[in-house]
């Protein structure tokens, strides 16, 4: 098995990295100890890492110091509005206590009483459909508050992490909804003096432009941050981890790290621009294997290198293959190299007015052509609503094929 997975949140064997952000999440718990509530907004680009490194939140810290906290990882994603995502909160928490036979009788009677028509199963919760409860958000912290008060024996403290919250910012009803109900939230627990309670949100930076208006408040309520690239550190430490998963039979070259030279390693770094994903793809385009199965010297330099080797891996890498390629991609100005990284980075869903944001100087004509193009090489896949494209995992791989390899221009697709 590729130890390197660039389509899945990292594994916590693989995780690197991120030690300034944990810091600051460690303190923020800390301060909910000593009973000062603090609620944190993570923020930064698409595939920087925002997903796996609340799950690395999670393992980190549910068990902080001896003191229990329930940490509660609620992906947005198909909720529609905040009555969606109020159900989405509770449906996690009933489905994290669940194994916990002290808190989840609680739960359950108080989810029973107050919730006409609920049904609630092994696998979940089924809500009666007539009733849309939480639209208000008062209700939403009333709930929140109460199901805390089930919890708070068990639990030294709740945190929420709100993650994949792409509608929320393609919403501004939504947006209002959300955004005001965390206010009332934060002050009414500040003022019932409960401090356990902490949000954590996670997003694009979009989510600050949504409503230029509610910005204060998100000011106000949360300590905000910025995930950031991988420095050197932090990427080498992923390979290095990568390595010590493979399986030593079928990729004993892969698992001697002093194959490594340091050229291999800051090419690779460089190619990717310190971005968690496509370090990831870069390390597993690497490792692919024949099919053969078995990784031969041979294999491994075709692997690696795309080409058998005559020289020593630092020249073949440094002269021939990632150097100069990765130059020209450096200098190229072309519009396709740029097209690749803006769209490899925004990835999710795109429509024509994003491209143009993207590159304002650009008619579009020619960006909507381009569009054709990219959506005839199966680049972009049509999604749902009118104009709204998915960009595929393949364009990424490409980006990297670009930088690393030749790939013409015709391939991914050129705006003149
Ligand atoms: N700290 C890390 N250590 C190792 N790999 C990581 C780390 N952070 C991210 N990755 C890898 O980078 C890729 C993207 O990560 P992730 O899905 O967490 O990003 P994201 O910011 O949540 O993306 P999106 O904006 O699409 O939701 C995944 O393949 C993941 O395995
Ligand atoms: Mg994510």
């Known amino acids: 098995m590729n130890p390197f997975d660039y389509n899945h949140p990292a594994r916590q064997d693989i995780f690197a990295g991120r030690s300034s952000e944990l810091e600051w999440v460690k303190q923020s718990f800390e301060k909910a100890l000593y009973g000062q509530p603090s609620h944190l907004f993570l923020y930064g680009p698409r595939r920087m890492g925002k997903t796996s490194f609340l799950w690395h939140i999670k393992h980190l810290f549910q068990d902080f110091d001896g003191n229990p906290f329930l940490i509660l990882i609620v992906s947005v994603g198909d909720c529609r509005n905040l009555s969606d995502l109020t159900k989405k909160i509770i449906e996690t928490l009933y489905l994290e206590v669940q194994s916990q036979k002290n808190v989840v009788g609680k739960v359950v009677e108080f989810l029973r009483n107050n919730f006409r028509g609920i049904k609630i199963g092994e696998v979940g919760i089924e809500w009666n459909r007539e009733e849309s409860m939480f639209d208000e958000p008062r209700q939403f912290t009333r709930v929140l508050v109460q199901l805390w008060k089930k919890l708070a024996e068990a639990f030294k403290g709740l945190a929420i992490i709100v993650d994949e919250t792409d509608p929320i910012i393609k919403d501004k009803r939504f947006a209002g909804e959300f955004i005001f109900s965390l206010k009332t939230f934060i002050e009414e627990i500040a003022e019932k003096g409960i401090c356990e309670l902490k949000f954590i949100i996670s997003a694009l930076p979009e989510l600050y432009e949504v ?63 310190g971005i968690p994903y496509h370090l990831q793809l ?135």
């Not at 004993?252 to 390693?265: M, N, V």
């Not at 041979?298 to 020593?312: M, P, S, W």
């Not at 020209?328 to 007015?353: C, H, I, M, P």
């Open 211 to 273: 409503i230029p208006e509610y910005n204060q408040h998100l000011l106000r309520i949360f300590d905000i941050k910025a995930i950031e690239q991988f420095d050197e550190d932090a990427a080498r430490i992923l390979l290095r981890n990568g390595l010590k998963l493979a399986s030593k039979k079928k990729f004993g070259l892969w698992s001697d790290e002093k194959r490594f030279t340091e050229d291999f390693f800051s090419a690779c770094f460089r190619i990717s621009d």
């Open 282 to 416: 870069i390390y597993h385009r690497a490792f692919e294997l024949d099919d053969d199965g078995k990784l031969t010297e041979e294999d491994f330099d075709r692997a690696v290198f795309g080409h058998q080797k005559k020289e020593g891996v630092l020249d073949i890498l440094h002269h021939v293959s990632f150097g100069p390629l990765y130059q020209r991609a450096k200098s190229a100005s072309s519009r396709s190299e740029r097209l690749l990284t803006v769209l490899s980075e925004v990835g999710g869903e795109l429509t024509l007015d994003d491209l143009q944001r993207h590159f304002p100087g650009v008619s579009r004509e020619t960006l909507s052509s381009n569009m054709a193009s990219l959506r005839s090489n199966d680049f972009l896949t049509p999604s749902k609503g009118q104009g709204i494209y998915t960009v595929s995992s393949k364009l990424c791989r490409c980006w990297i094929d670009r930088r690393v390899r030749k790939i013409p221009d015709k391939d991914i697709c050129v705006g003149t």
